[in-house]
């Protein structure tokens, strides 16, 4: 009877917890369902489950994979990896490439946040591998995204722009709205950037993203776009428009550091709208904040701009007092580092100093060749040197070059139109075929084709006005068409047709003579990338 009993409070203890962990089950994945279209819900969810109920590993890699991921997606600053690591380690042990491509991801946007931004790529190169194997068609774009803004961090602009417009391709393939709307206001950003003569391109780019952006009822989708708008209203002097969007940024902010610069955006607005009253109050409300030094300091010295407009010169002081006062305060680890290094640096000169002094005590007689001999040595190491620390700061730019390269390589080989293209060249090798391109799988090889080759096509247009048949056979050129083929594509063209096309086109780009077309288009596009 005693037995009987204690096995049924057992069967009773085993059901209560199975029971437990279906219903953090069912929260885990009612968060993972709202995690796209509401992140801060699935973000609460997530907070509210109590650690004790993460039983076993895979509880615990499901659960850090979700909180790091809504983290991300409510724009959480995320500085420590460790709970992004408890995913990845998990799901390559057991090899489950859908979350090892997920979680590859997100610990790239960890190590992003981080600032470690080439081991950022290295891990999203690493989630991009997965989302092939695992068939993954949403992850791409958010890669290329991620890769695109390391180099934009990195200020290079022109390359970060041609993989924005490999996200902006894959978000529309993909039907992907959030994505395609932050390609289309980073593009806006780096338009805006290069000059006035971009501001209209900018703008056409950031109310495309704008349009698409309204549609969410998610804050976090819109405030990037906000803020762009309002940035660049400012530059092109369209004082009113640049308040209303900073209106719009600053009610939509959530998080204090990204409310502390809404108030500071908003308060430059007004002030360049010259509604001095209103520009103080959100001025002032950016010192309610511990931290954000160097966002006070613009503020001080906007208020002290406002003071020198109401003659108050008091106010004029103390706020260039205190605009010093949070400079010296944000670059406080810097100069703690340029002090200890110029310490270092002065005792070591000292120490050169005494040594010389007892060298020379003791040295009668230097030779005019030993003295040049010394010169020369040290001119050598100091040429080595400087030519070694040369190359050390060349690494990260060649290295993101390189992870450039082959992301554009791998989207060009892999997208259906190069295949497709590719397909029906082969079948020509053993029968005819009807099949061929129609007019949007033209235009989209086009495009991935102006991207792999530096903006060959655009380059080739613009300067020698080709014709859309001159624009075609370019292409099919670069892609390694047999030219014994390539007639097949255009019109049906005769082989000697499309040679004699090439030679006309070789000398209306005026290339050497006895060169081949697509040796030439090669060349230019080496030349293009440099």
Request: with cysteine; net charge positive.
């Amino acid at each position: 009877m005693k037995n009987t009993v204690i096995i049924i409070l057992f069967a009773m203890s085993l059901l209560s917890s199975c029971t437990i962990r279906q219903d953090y089950n069912q929260q885990l994945l009612k968060a993972d369902s709202l995690m796209q279209l509401r992140p801060d819900s699935a973000l609460n969810i997530l907070k509210s489950i109590s650690s004790e109920k993460l039983s076993t590993r895979a509880d615990n890699a499901y659960y850090a994979l979700l909180l790091t991921q809504a983290q991300d997606k409510n724009f959480v600053v995320q500085k420590d990896d460790s709970l992004i690591q408890i995913a990845v380690h998990y799901y390559d042990s057991i090899g489950d490439t859908k979350m090892q491509a997920k979680a590859h991801y997100y610990w790239g946007c960890v190590r992003r946040d981080k600032g470690e931004h080439l081991k950022a790529i290295d891990e999203y190169h690493i989630s991009h591998s997965f989302a092939k194997m695992a068939k993954n068609i949403e992850l791409p774009a958010l890669i290329y995204s991620n890769v695109a803004y390391l180099y934009y961090v990195q200020e290079l602009n022109e390359e970060a722009d041609s993989i924005y417009q490999l996200a902006e391709l894959l978000a529309i393939q993909q039907k992907d709205t959030i994505s395609l709307i932050y390609a289309l206001s980073q593009q806006g950003m780096i338009n805006l950037e290069r000059g006035k003569h971009y501001y209209s391109r900018a703008e056409l780019q950031m109310q495309q993203a704008l349009l698409l952006a309204e549609h969410f009822s998610d804050t976090t989708v819109k405030t990037p776009v906000y803020e762009s708008l309002s940035t660049l209203y400012c530059e092109m002097g369209e004082i009113e428009k640049a308040l209303q969007y900073a209106k719009l940024n600053y009610y939509s902010q959530r998080d204090t550091l990204h409310r502390c610069r809404a108030s500071l955006l908003l308060g430059d607005a007004y002030f360049k709208n010259e509604q001095y009253d209103s520009a103080e109050v959100y001025l002032q409300s950016v010192f309610t904040e511990d931290r954000y030094y160097d966002t006070k300091a613009d503020a001080c010295m906007r208020l002290a701009e406002i003071a020198e407009i109401h003659g108050k010169t008091e106010i004029i002081a103390k706020m260039q007092q205190k605009q010093i006062a949070y400079m010296d305060s944000a670059q406080q680890k810097l100069q703690t580092h340029a002090i200890l290094k110029n310490i270092v640096s002065q005792e070591k000169s000292n120490n050169d100093k005494i040594r010389k002094q007892y060298l020379y005590s003791i040295i009668v007689l230097v030779t005019f060749f030993s003295i040049a001999g010394c010169a020369i040595a040290m001119n050598y190491i100091r040429r080595n040197k400087k030519l070694k620390i040369a190359e050390e700061q060349q690494k990260p730019k060649l290295k993101v070059e390189i992870r450039k390269h082959s992301i554009i390589e791998e989207e060009y080989q892999s997208s259906a139109v190069y295949i497709k293209l590719k397909d029906i060249a082969r079948t020509l090798i053993k029968v005819e075929t009807k099949e061929n391109l129609n007019e949007e799988e033209w235009q989209h090889l086009i495009v991935l084709t102006n991207i792999k080759w530096n903006g060959i096509i655009t380059h080739l247009n613009t300067k020698y006005n080709l014709s859309g048949e001159e624009i075609q056979i370019c292409c099919l050129y670069l892609a390694e068409i047999p030219v014994k083929h390539i007639g097949h594509f255009i019109k049906g063209y005769a082989r000697s047709t499309v040679q004699l096309k090439a030679k006309n086109l070789l000398q209306k780009i005026k290339a050497p003579k006895g060169k081949l077309l697509k040796d030439v288009l090669l060349s230019l596009s080496q030349e293009l990338k440099v």
